[in-house]
């Protein structure tokens, strides 16, 4: 049979549970049309790009399925008709990963990234154009301060007298 992958965003409103339900509504029709779901990855509530049916966030889930193409038709109709679901993506794949998805990789990766450092010295202090009020002097930066700091004991040292120990 066909391998298909599908992606459905359902909205922020249900709970994770019951966006499971809907893959188990999905796994009931295959199981009559002697498909079965090989993948199933919940990739949590993320931020839309653009606003769906008035919702900014919506709970994603992949599912990776071995079914025959009458199958998929019910299960976009049945899609179709469920309030919940605002997007469903389907595509025909030559063969299914098991390893974890990009999507679940990259998750695990963003709680590992800590401290990044300090925010490298901008044009202004606070961000913004317009007035001088936000401006940071010339002089105040601290590479400047140091170079002239240096070019201050350069000059002290060389006008100073000769120190008398060599006497």
Known sequence: MPLYETVLIARNDVSQQQVEAIAD????????ESGSIKKREYWGLRTLAYRIKK????????????????????????????????????????????????????????????????????????GRGGNNAGRRNYDDREEFRARNEREEQQRNNAGAPASSEAE
């Open 25 to 32: 509504g999905i796994a009931t029709v295959l199981e009559a």
């Open 55 to 126: 919702n900014r966030k919506g709970h994603y889930m992949l599912l990776g399925l071995d079914a025959t193409p009458a199958a998929i038709k019910e299960i976009e109709r049945q899609l179709s008709l469920n309030e919940d679901v605002l997007r469903v993506l389907m595509l025909r794949v030559d063969e299914i990963d098991d390893a974890p998805s990009v999507i679940l990789s990259r998750k695990g990766d963003e709680r590992e990234r800590g401290f990044r450092g300090p925010k490298p010295a901008g044009r202004f202090e606070s």
